[in-house]
């Protein structure tokens, strides 16, 4: 493990037990590895750096909305490069490339590249956007921490609709992140 993930693991707990600055710290340490990765993975198939903040930031509210699944007692950089890796082929698909990227092209590239992190967005007032279901498994989810099998339970659904809720959920917000131009 390399001593940014290293640091980013550290982060990312203290994270999970409540620390705010830490997982602001953690976002702000994380961006430009991720950005570097899409920027580069991007030109590699052709297409434009400036699709790389959409990646960017598809990445970041879904390792915001999926924190909860990762281990503490694993490394952290190949679960950040497979989240980065399905943004990347999401994005990918939307410009009509269908295309099989290695997940280690992925995490090779997670060297950090120095640049400015973005601002944090308010994901308060995006979830504000959502229909009423998916806010809620979003919250319990994301928020809460809750489990999907709790998040079931309370919402009376079935686990397999807690996740199509949330998939959802995330397409919406990351269409919503990215019409206000952000």
Known sequence: MSADEEQWAVLMRAAMAGDEAAYRKFLKAVTPAIRAAARRNLAR???????????????????????????????????????????????????????????????????????????????????????????????????????VRQTAERLKMTEGAIRVTLHRAVKALAAIYRERGT
């Open 45 to 147: 198939y052709g297409l434009s750096a400036g699709d790389a903040e959409d990646v960017v930031q598809d990445t970041l509210l879904a390792i915001h909305l999926k924190r909860q699944t990762w281990d503490s007692e694993r490394p952290i950089g190949p679960w950040i490069s497979a989240i980065a890796r399905n943004k990347f082929i999401d994005q990918m698909r939307r410009r009509g490339h269908r295309t099989q990227v290695p997940i280690e092209t992925v995490a090779e590239s997670l060297a950090a590249e120095e640049q400015p992190a973005l601002d944090g967005y308010d994901v308060g007032r995006m979830l504000e956007n959502l229909n009423e279901k998916q806010r809620d498994v979003v919250r319990s989810l994301a928020v809460e921490g809750a489990s």
